[in-house]
């Protein structure tokens, strides 16, 4: 009986037993199964080396056989390297946006981030509104296009000037409404102006638009208007991103008279601002807007409340006029449809209510107290460490290191340190001038545990100086 039908009845017989039995139990002797089914020594022999080839069992001499961890077979795996070929080169870079929002690990103090902390936030007060506008006539159903008219008049109001609510585009967050006016305003190819430094998600956004980023240079109050002229004449380029209030990461705020100059020069370039106005309620002083000041068209303007808000919170509004309003609403058409009614309702509730202006208020006054503590602290242990300037408000403090500091290793030691800190040349388009670090004071949970994130910085720094 020792053909290939009973070697295979065998087989399947022991199949059934592992399955029963399971990883790690034995299997019945040989001399067992030669009784059970009247087998000679050589089918059991060759039954158990089918299973042993399969995986399914290990024998062990002087042992026995036994059921056999089941792992997956090399062969079973997909073969996904076709992909890299139909992909082509990579376009999207998301190793600077994804730093910018990685979690802090446990015992870290963050230095980085861009939202309000969790006891900063008006959880209570959004879940709330959020109650409220769900019970609104139509809270789930289709909203217009363009978002709900009432939102957007409130956007709209916000940008100031003549602005009306038919200028607005209610888009899912600041990040999207970026990579909207990228792919509207500019071909792919072709250069944007950006100042230097600037945003990484705006860089990477408009990398991935198939757009060219090219510097412009920044002083204290911002872009320079005599080297944003220079750039377009140079570079031909038909779009500047800028953030007028608050830029992050320097905090500079462009003055009035500069904001004209900006204007009338991408007026006389034929060409478009892009105003990231992402900070506008992170100051108590915010200026006007450049869309306020703009009759031709110029500006292109974003306004978001993720920032004030929540990260959740991703409602935005992008506003422009004329052919390139057509454009972004029809890209915003295809790519998405419309943003979920219940937030936009949800968004309109909030900043209807009392508590948007309380919050307001708080948000501001903590902002006050941690960029002070935040400046008090960096010269009072890292006095080699110099801020760019004090801002008016936002959430950070853009410090230049010592030339002769690794940007890189200070980020790294202070991570070990339990020190979060973003690197300044994530920032840049192309070479950053010098080691740079930008770092955030409304992370962190209060002022004792920033003021320890200062401590294990400057014990950082300290630790890279002294390195040969």
């Not at 006539?137 to 709209?156: I, Q, T």
């Not at 936009?344 to 006054?365: D, I, K, N, Y």
Request: glycine residues 8%; charged residues 20%.
């Amino acid at each position: 009986m020792d053909n290939d039908s009973s070697i295979a009845k065998i087989a399947a017989m022991l199949r059934g037993e592992a399955a029963r039995l399971g990883p790690g139990a034995r299997l019945p002797s040989s001399r067992e199964i030669m009784r059970r089914h009247n087998v000679s020594p050589v089918t059991v022999s060759r039954a158990l080396g089918q299973l042993a080839a399969e995986g399914r069992v290990v024998t062990r001499p002087g042992s026995g056989a036994y059921v056999a961890q089941q792992v997956a077979r090399s062969e079973d795996a997909a073969d996904l390297s076709w992909q890299t070929v139909a992909l082509g080169d990579r376009v999207v870079d998301e190793g600077p946006v994804a730093e910018l929002l990685g979690v802090a690990a446990e015992g870290s103090v963050p230095l980085t981030g861009g939202y309000l902390r969790p006891g900063l936030r008006p959880d209570r007060q959004l879940a709330a509104a959020a109650a409220r506008a769900v019970r609104r006539p139509g809270a789930w159903a289709m909203p217009p296009l363009p978002g709900l008219l009432e939102l957007r008049r409130w956007f709209a109001a916000q940008a100031g000037g003549d602005v009306t609510a038919a200028d607005a585009l209610i888009v899912s967050g600041g990040q999207a409404a970026l990579t909207h006016a990228f792919r509207a305003l500019a071909a792919p190819g072709t250069p944007v102006l950006v100042e230097t430094p600037t945003y990484p998600g705006a860089l990477v956004a408009a990398r991935a638009a198939g757009l060219r980023p090219t510097a412009v240079p920044m002083d204290r109050e911002g872009v320079r208007p005599d080297l944003l002229a220079e750039a377009f004449a140079v570079t031909g380029a038909r779009v500047f991103l800028c953030q007028p209030t608050l830029h992050n990461p320097t905090g500079a705020t462009l003055p009035a008279g500069r904001r004209v100059q900006v204007l009338d020069v991408a007026r006389a370039a034929g060409a478009f601002v892009i105003e990231d106005d992402f900070a506008r309620y992170l100051t108590a002083q915010a200026p006007p807007s450049l869309a306020s000041m703009d009759r031709h068209g110029t500006v292109v303007h974003v306004g978001s409340l993720t920032k004030i808000l929540s990260p959740s919170m991703r409602v935005a509004a992008v506003i422009a006029r004329g052919p390139a309003a057509h454009r972004l609403r029809a890209g915003q058409l295809v790519e998405s449809f419309f943003v979920a009614r219940p937030l936009q309702e949800t968004a309109l509730e909030f900043v209807g209510s009392p508590a948007w202006r309380r919050h307001l208020a708080a948000v501001h006054a903590e902002i006050e107290v941690r960029r002070d503590a935040l400046a008090a602290a960096l010269a009072a242990r890292m006095p080699r460490a110099e801020p760019h300037l004090l801002p008016a408000g936002g959430m950070h403090l853009w410090v230049r290191l010592p030339a002769a500091i690794d940007e890189g290793a200070l980020v790294a030691t202070a991570r070990r340190n339990g020190a979060l800190v973003s690197p300044g040349r994530i920032y840049y388009p192309s070479e950053p001038p010098g080691p740079r670090i930008r770092v955030t004071h409304l992370a962190a949970a209060h002022l004792a545990e920033l003021h320890e994130g200062v401590r294990r910085l400057a014990r950082a720094l300290d630790e890279v100086t002294m390195d040969p």
